[in-house]
């Protein structure tokens, strides 16, 4: 049966500021730079959600793409979309909003709610050139 990666794109909008509470204002300042700004800053991030699995014999999909739109969007997005990361969403409460962690939150959330499809990937895009990558591993 052949395997097959699906994968739906995402678009959101949030602000975020790079802070570990450990440390000085200025060690922050040294490792974070102007994401470490006490007044926040946005990005426009987008979100490659990849699933993968068996195509169905009676509807030719590995999962219905449709689908898939409507959970990365109730449950993932419009926690994020407009939204400032670090005051409005209790995930990164106590976490850095680091495309890293955000990646990983977003696979935490998805995992159960696409199956029986499963996650493959997914890639977080926080500027046009820079993206993380997540498996799950
Ligand atoms: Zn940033």
């Known amino acids: 049966m052949p395997r097959v990666v699906v994968s739906r794109r995402v678009h959101f909008n949030a602000a975020h500021r790079l802070w570990n509470p450990r440390w000085s204002e200025a060690e922050n300042a040294r490792v974070f730079g102007v994401c470490a700004n006490a007044n926040f ?9 990849s699933v993968a699995g068996d195509i169905d014999a009676d ?10 739109k409507t959970i990365v969007n ?13 005051l409005d969403v209790p995930w990164f409460r106590d976490l850095n909003p680091t495309a890293e962690n955000i990646v990983v939150v977003a696979w935490r959330v998805l ?7 499963r996650l493959a990937r997914i890639r977080l895009w926080e500027t046009e050139r820079n993206y993380v ?3 799950g591993t």
Do not use: S, W
């Open 111 to 117: 995992e159960p709610a696409v199956k029986p499809a």
């Open 133 to 135: 990558d997540y498996d």
């Open 41 to 49: 800053h946005g990005h426009n991030y987008n979100l490659d959600v």
């Open 74 to 86: 109730e449950c993932l997005v419009r926690h994020l979309d407009h939204k400032n990361l670090n």
């Open 59 to 68: 509807t030719g999909y590995v999962m219905d793409i449709n689908r898939l």
